[in-house]
């Protein structure tokens, strides 16, 4: 089992930044991708980064360059640096790793654009 452990959520501006960070821990050999997706109010899921392990990472047209993943592999760990973001960046932000063609996912963290 893998537990991902989330954090950085919070209120913010339009036009400001937030990082998120999530954590794996657990039994872990080989996670691949580590990403990001959200959920707004009455809105499906949705996909909005991953990276991989050997540095590649791709994106969401609709944050394509405004948020930045990074993955520190030595320590199991994904960030999102999200700039300019606007109140439509409104949802609960979600980790996804896969190890082994299984799915594991964060609790969630909450991002709020709001003036």
């Known amino acids: 089992q893998v537990q991902l452990v989330e954090s950085g959520g919070g209120l913010v501006q339009p036009g400001g930044s937030l990082r998120l960070s999530c954590a794996a821990s657990?039994?872990?050999?080989?996670?691949?991708?580590m990403g990001w997706y959200r959920q707004a109010p009455g809105k499906q899921r949705e996909w909005v980064a991953y990276?991989?392990?050997?540095?590649?990472?791709n994106y969401a047209d609709s944050v394509k360059g405004r948020f930045t993943l990074s993955r520190d592999n030595a320590k199991n760990t994904v960030y999102l640096q999200m700039n300019s973001l606007k109140p439509e960046d409104t949802a609960v932000y979600y980790c996804?790793?896969?190890?082994?063609?299984?799915?594991?996912w964060g609790q969630g963290t909450q991002v709020t654009v709001s003036s």
């Open positions: 990276g991989l392990s050997g540095g590649s990472t």
């Open positions: 657990g039994s872990i050999f080989s996670i691949n991708p």
């Open positions: 996804h790793v896969r190890q082994f063609a299984t799915d594991y």
